[in-house]
């Protein structure tokens, strides 16, 4: 019963790994060609019974640790445009602790397809981006809003937001950046 759960175990982290490499496919074609990167997303996922079985190659889908899709990646595939921004880095000096900075950061696709922009994360919680979830047409414009709450966080600030598109390359990033002035500390009592 034991091996049983181990082998069990092998198979998840074997799943998971799969399952990442899948995710960042893109960076793989340019590591070990496309040929190669093919065949890691063919790779063989468990099924209940813990038996190895292909995952039947759907393209734009993950597979669960069940061996369902998922649905469409979040990693694009297929045709990529390019993405400019007017700005990528935004210094907002220094502002006093607890203040809110919002940004915008505009931007243009300039390739050939629509531009369809599948995720934004900022590096923290304090970093919120948001983005338009309808494809921008070739040659259009769009707005990428940026909030950063400086509650707790006195000092240099240097904040990074992962845009991640059917662009190349697949990420791109915007900075947001500047000092936090922190609140004074409370003078103690009893003149110690």
Known sequence: MERNKQVQIGLI???AILLAVNLYNGSLNSLFG???AK?????AVPTEGGTMQGNG????TNVTATGMPTGASDVPQGPTTTIQYDQSDFDYGTIDEGEIVKHTYRFKNTGD???VISNC?????????TWPK???APGASGEINVEFNSKG????????VTVTANTTPTETFLVIKGTVRGKEQPVSKGGK
């Open 57 to 60: 190659n759907i393209p734009g």
């Open 134 to 136: 309808e494809p921008i």
């Open 39 to 43: 065949d890691i997303r063919e790779a």
């Open 153 to 160: 966080k006195p000092g240099q600030q240097h904040k990074q």
């Open 13 to 15: 982290a074997l799943l």
């Open 113 to 115: 397809i629509p531009l």
């Open 34 to 36: 496309k040929s190669d």
């Open 121 to 129: 994360k900022g590096s923290c919680g304090c970093t919120v981006p």
